[in-house]
């Protein structure tokens, strides 16, 4: 899910709308090359923080910094009823996805049976569990 962003969006800093099927297709090819394609997996972006597609709830979340560039979130349960947390600052598509890459690598070798992505993160301590809006940090997660 994306929202409009550029060039329809005055608020926007990067495209979302029109930019994310293309990354989503180099994420499915990550996914695919883990073996993950059974894995059902949340991705948001929006082209400003305001967060009009709701990235904030994703599993994977890409918010728009300046053209080309995203701030990667990453944790939220693709339910709702948890919150992603900062996890890069910033980044280009090649830099997004080499970050991915490990953690999925990661995810198919050591996930649970039924465990989602973003559940996996909060397991292996890669994101803290953010359940609270009070508790939703701007800095990195450790």
């Known amino acids: 899910?994306?929202?409009?962003?550029?060039?329809?969006?005055?608020?926007?800093?990067?495209?979302?709308?029109?930019?994310?099927?293309?990354?989503?297709?180099?994420?499915?090819a990550?996914?695919?090359q883990h073996g993950l394609s059974d894995q059902p997996i949340t991705v948001r972006m929006?082209?400003?923080?305001?967060?009009c597609a709701r990235?904030?709830?994703a599993e994977?979340?890409?918010?728009?910094?300046a053209p080309g560039?995203?701030?990667l979130y990453l944790g939220g349960d693709g339910k709702g009823t948890r919150l992603v947390q900062l996890y890069r600052e910033n980044i280009d598509e090649a830099q997004i996805l080499a970050e991915l890459d490990?953690?999925?690598?990661?995810?198919?070798?050591?996930?649970?049976?039924?465990?989602?992505?973003?559940?996996?993160?909060v397991r292996t301590n890669v994101v803290p569990a953010v359940y609270d809006g009070r508790e939703f940090k701007t800095g990195l997660a450790q």
Do not use: H, S, W
Request: charged letters at 20%; glycine letters at 8%.
């Open 55 to 57: 990235p904030y709830l």
């Open 30 to 32: 990550l996914v695919d």
């Open 102 to 121: 490990p953690l999925l690598a990661r995810y198919a070798a050591d996930r649970q049976p039924e465990e989602g992505f973003g559940d996996f993160l």
């Open 1 to 28: 899910m994306a929202c409009v962003a550029l060039p329809t969006c005055t608020l926007a800093m990067a495209e979302a709308e029109r930019y994310l099927p293309d990354l989503i297709t180099r994420l499915e």
């Open 69 to 71: 560039k995203y701030n």
């Open 46 to 51: 929006t082209g400003c923080p305001n967060g």
């Open 60 to 65: 994977i979340a890409f918010v728009g910094k």
